[in-house]
């Protein structure tokens, strides 16, 4: 069965400092690797999706990294901002069937 | 606007009474998904259609029913057999093809309360 898992659940740097965020995952079949932003009280927001093929994605600040292998990805955040405060999860989409199990989340908070 | 919306932003019901949750979506996407989040934790799938007609039970189905008599349309209903029914459902939408670029667009969720 697979596991996902999210460490630190939770992180405050002040703004400017560049933020790494964890996922692990216990089986490496999978097809994709996915970042998601929920802001408290809301529904989640897709930020990168890597494909079982890829190594890495980047959009702006973000960069996220997959090494299916040792089943880890790694979230990087340049020059945190306050407004970047929120829970990022990562999920996993497994080979068999259209199903993503996803991670408890970090809640980051960035202090201006 | 496209998007997927759900209904009521917040419910409450009492012991012993069945509830359904809206979701809608004009995405045009076949696959439509349910999540149960509690406090501080992660998504659990609760059921998913990969197509109109068609759902199969998630992780953690007992206690909850759907229908998908629409591709628009994938209402959940929480029955009084749900033993802890009390946290926040999200349901998502995927074009649920092209696997492996497949992503999930998520509602803004439906926060229910049992009394």
């Known amino acids: 069965k697979q596991e996902v898992t999210q460490i630190p659940a939770a992180l405050s740097v002040p703004e400017g400092e560049n933020l790494v965020l964890n996922c692990s995952f216990t089986d490496s079949a999978i097809y994709n690797l996915q970042w998601f932003r929920q802001d408290p009280g809301k529904g989640l927001t897709s930020l990168l999706l890597?494909?079982?093929?890829?190594r890495e994605q980047t959009s702006g600040r973000l960069n996220a990294s997959l090494d299916k292998s040792s089943g880890r990805s790694t979230l990087y955040i340049a020059a945190s901002q306050p407004g970047d405060s929120a829970t990022y999860l990562c999920?996993?989409?497994?080979?068999?069937?259209?199903?993503?199990?996803f991670g408890g989340g970090t809640r980051v908070l960035v202090k201006p | 606007d496209g998007g997927i919306t759900q209904s009521p932003k917040y419910l409450f019901r009492k012991e012993g009474q069945n509830v359904t949750l809206s979701c809608e979506q004009n995405?045009?996407?076949?696959?439509m998904y349910w999540y149960r989040q509690d406090p501080g934790q992660g998504l659990r799938l609760i059921y998913y259609s990969q197509i109109v007609n068609d759902f199969q039970k998630g992780d953690i189905a007992e206690g909850y029913s759907v229908s998908r008599e629409k591709k628009e349309s994938f209402p959940l209903t929480v029955t009084s057999a749900q033993k802890n029914p009390t946290a926040f459902y999200l349901c998502?939408?995927?074009?649920?093809?092209?696997?492996?670029?497949?992503?999930?667009?998520f509602g803004p969720g439906t926060r229910l309360t049992v009394l």
């Open positions: 999920a996993v989409l497994k080979a068999a069937g259209n199903k993503l199990t």
């Open positions: 998502a939408s995927s074009v649920g093809l092209a696997v492996e670029i497949d992503t999930q667009y």
């Open positions: 995405l045009n996407h076949d696959a």
């Open positions: 890597i494909q079982s093929s890829q």
